[in-house]
């Protein structure tokens, strides 16, 4: 094993991941008290805003796009059905697949919530110019491949 003196590494504080944490530590509670007056976790509205924009696919795919993995969408999808924000359905070709759909519900609490969330993604960019935003994008787009 190779020694590295530890005053190489960079210092915590402004490492990657520590700086990642606090940025989403400073934009994420405008959003949690969104999600709060909805009655919604973080996962949830995961899952619903994906749905809004590609409702009807599969569970496999919902985990691919939330980042949450297949066994976790089982509760939270399990809480989302008794809330009656959406259904599911197993495929007629493929009786192993299940759709996730909204359900009328579902896609009515997009009208109410998607003003607020607006307000707060213009209140972000705001913050900064919009070659900042795009250079940030970009950035953050390199990172997640």
Do not use: C
Not at 19 to 40: G, H, S, T, V, W
Not at 51 to 58: D, M, R, S, V
Not at 97 to 102: A, C, D, F
């Amino acid at each position: 094993m190779n020694y590295v003196d530890i005053n190489e590494v960079p210092a915590f504080s402004t490492s990657l991941p520590m700086q990642l944490y606090k940025a989403l530590d400073a934009i994420m509670p405008e959003y949690r008290n969104l999600f709060y007056k909805y009655d919604l976790t973080e996962q949830q509205w995961r899952i619903l805003r994906v749905l809004w924009t590609e409702n009807n696919i599969t569970v496999a795919q919902l985990s691919k796009i939330t980042l949450l993995p297949a066994p976790s969408l089982v509760g939270i999808l399990d809480r989302l059905v008794k809330k009656n924000l959406l259904i599911r359905n197993r495929s007629d070709k493929d009786r192993r697949q299940v759709q996730i759909s909204l359900t009328t519900k579902g896609q009515e609490l997009q009208q109410l919530v998607a003003p607020s969330v607006l307000a707060i993604h213009s209140r972000l960019k705001a913050r900064v110019s919009n070659e900042e935003w795009q250079s940030l994008e970009r950035l953050l787009k390199k990172f997640s491949v």
